[in-house]
């Protein structure tokens, strides 16, 4: 079983420099924070205390008091080549941005090569008193953070997590990703759509995992045997490229769902590269919604939610945890889906491939487009 959170053995705190030193605990604020109330016999002692104990100050409770500006940590595992493209990531920061400004709270925001590198930053960050907690974004199905973060005592939400979760210290802020995936499902299905392609992220993470279950669930409840989910690093050119094979396959299938906006942009140009026309041949649904998904042609229906606010309940969760409250769980609305021009009947018969024995169309090749 990991230590209680804030572990004094771990990281001292006032209490215990009072209890060694054998004065008030407001004695000890006095005393650390250059006050008058204490003798300098007093103020001696409790800093030479403090001293062999390794007490720092925690910037957050100076924060609170008005005495100095608090830092609240951010670290992401992911490709970095995949994040300046990522829509939800940028609204997420944004409305975390928003609720730290309201506290003069500053955002440390780092990103890692690996979950490993990860938990190495937050036992730097809490070693040197860096930050006083972290958001935590993409939860593992096997995710050694939490335990982590409830051994170190750094308060923490875990953005995207079970509202569930073993690690009662931590706080969490959740989507319903079956709800949402189940929707999509159900509109895709109400569209004649029976062979169904997710084209989903990374394979380890804990939303992948429940998007992709929820979706095997679905195929099974309503007896679809051509549902499959195919793993991506998130980006575009990989997008692309699973776009370009699923579609190759006979038969093809009539509906893909993209786990972002970018591959779902990247697969309605591969598409059409390959002669299929949107939604005629085949219907595109992104996960998250964005300008980009209105700025293409066909529109692409997509999963919209408010990120921002996704962003700002968790900053407001994890400022709940440094005034002194409890964890807890938080759940936002489930994501709703957007229909827009990349969405329709499925195609029967399926179409091939360009450059698979497909006859050109009459007047030429064809486009994306409704």
């Known amino acids: 079983m990991p230590p209680t959170r804030r572990s004094p053995a771990r990281r001292p705190t006032m209490k215990d420099i009072a209890r060694r030193a054998g004065v008030s605990e407001s004695a000890v604020s006095f005393a650390l924070n250059d006050r008058p109330g204490v003798s300098e016999a007093t103020r001696a002692r409790v800093r030479r205390v403090a001293e062999q104990l390794g007490w720092r100050p925690s910037t957050a409770a100076r924060a609170l008091s008005g005495e100095g500006a608090a830092?609240?940590?951010?670290?992401?595992?992911?490709?970095?080549?995949?994040?300046?493209?990522?829509?939800?990531?940028?609204?997420?920061?944004?409305?975390?941005?928003?609720?730290?400004a309201e506290r003069h709270l500053g955002l440390l925001f780092q990103v890692a090569g690996d979950v490993a590198d990860e938990c190495a930053v937050y036992r730097r960050w809490w070693a040197e008193h860096r930050v006083d907690g972290v958001l935590v974004v993409d939860p593992r199905a096997t995710d050694p953070r939490p335990a982590l973060l409830d051994e170190l005592g750094l308060p923490a939400v875990v953005i995207g997590g079970e509202p569930d979760g073993c690690h009662p210290g931590l706080s969490t802020v959740w989507a319903d990703d079956a709800g949402a995936m189940a929707s999509v499902v159900d509109e895709l299905t109400a569209l004649g759509h029976r062979r169904i392609v997710h084209i989903a992220g990374l394979p380890d993470l804990a939303h992948t995992q429940r998007r992709t279950a929820t979706l095997r669930a679905e195929a099974e409840r309503r007896g679809l045997t051509e549902v499959r989910s195919v793993t991506t690093d998130y980006s575009d050119t990989q997008g692309a490229a699973v776009?370009?094979?699923?579609?190759?396959?006979?038969?093809?299938?009539?509906?893909?769902?993209?786990?972002?906006?970018?591959?779902?942009?990247?697969?309605?140009?591969?598409?059409?590269?390959?002669?299929?026309?949107?939604?005629?041949d085949v219907s595109v649904v992104s996960w998250e919604d964005s300008a980009l998904c209105r700025m293409v042609t066909p529109r692409l229906s997509a999963l919209s939610r408010d990120s921002a606010e996704f962003g700002r309940t968790a900053a407001r969760e994890l400022l709940s945890l440094l005034d002194g409250g409890p964890a807890r769980s938080a759940a936002v609305p489930v994501p709703r889906l957007t229909g827009r021009g990349s969405t329709g009947a499925a195609a029967s018969p399926p179409p091939v491939p360009r450059g698979a024995g497909r006859r050109p169309r009459p007047g030429g090749p064809a486009r994306s487009g409704t």
């Open 71 to 100: 830092t609240v940590g951010f670290v992401l595992a992911r490709p970095a080549h995949t994040l300046g493209v990522d829509s939800f990531f940028l609204q997420l920061v944004s409305g975390i941005q928003e609720v730290l």
């Open 243 to 280: 776009t370009r094979r699923v579609l190759a396959a006979s038969p093809a299938p009539t509906a893909l769902i993209y786990d972002n906006d970018v591959m779902a942009v990247a697969g309605l140009s591969a598409a059409a590269d390959l002669g299929f026309r949107v939604p005629r």
